[in-house]
């Protein structure tokens, strides 16, 4: 089974990247094969708009991109992990996910799949921290990554989401969190065999 990590914080050794790192660890004690890209080391441009792929579903853009773009249409399964800004996910995700609007395009406009009747079969699970405690806090980016997901034919499985956390070491004050990150990770290597046998 392969799985594509996509670390989203702009800090290496955060909240975010912590709990990345253990649902990792979790899908590799249970057998997985996983590619891990940091975004903040990728060279990623801003999606410019100019719809270059209507007309054979690529990007125009040429750089990291494409590797990243593969890697996901490879995998059985996605772990994204982004920490919170503005009730939102990091930039260095945002400008990611934007860049998948050419397999939308190439999804809905050129393949002209139905929409909301998507045929996913392959789970992802979301990662977020965010330092504040509103009720909200994590509805937008559960969204955004809901529909990001399914421009690769990816379900969103399962979030974790957790509140009050900001310094870049205070996850380790909640192990029990980690711990949770690690068996998610587990569970989702145990999620897609139960979906390849159906």
Same mark, same amino acid.
């Given at each position: ?11 290496? #050794? ?5 709990? &990345?790192? %253990? ?25 410019? $708009?100019?719809?270059?792929? @209507? ?24 772990? &994204? ?21 050419? *397999? ?6 050129? $393949? ?8 996913? %079969? @392959? ?6 921290? =965010?330092?504040?405690? =509103?009720?909200?806090?994590?509805? =937008? ?34 192990? $029990?969190? *980690?711990?949770?990150? @690690? ?14 046998? #159906?």
């Amino acid at each position: 089974m392969k799985i594509t990590a996509i670390y989203g914080s702009p800090r290496r #050794q955060g909240n975010t990247a912590r709990l &990345l790192k %253990s649902a990792v660890a979790g899908a590799r004690s249970a057998g997985a094969e996983v590619t891990e890209f940091v975004l903040r080391d990728l060279k990623i441009a801003p999606c410019l $708009e100019i719809y270059a792929c @209507r007309k054979g579903g690529g990007c125009a853009i040429k750089d990291d991109f494409q590797a990243l773009a593969a890697a996901l249409a490879a995998a059985d399964a996605t772990i &994204l992990a982004s920490p919170i800004f503005f009730y939102a996910v990091s930039a260095h995700t945002k400008i990611m996910m934007d860049r998948f609007q050419s *397999l939308w395009v190439k999804k809905y406009w050129l $393949e002209q799949q139905p929409l909301g009747r998507s045929n996913s %079969s @392959r789970p992802g699970l979301f990662l977020a921290v =965010g330092a504040s405690r =509103g009720p909200r806090l994590f509805t =937008g980016a559960e969204m955004s990554v809901k529909y990001f997901f399914d421009t690769f034919d990816t379900f969103l499985w399962r979030s974790l989401t957790y509140r009050g956390l900001d310094g870049a070491d205070e996850i380790l004050a909640h192990p $029990e969190y *980690l711990e949770e990150a @690690r068996q998610a990770g587990i569970a989702l290597v145990e999620e897609n065999l139960k979906l390849s046998k #159906q």
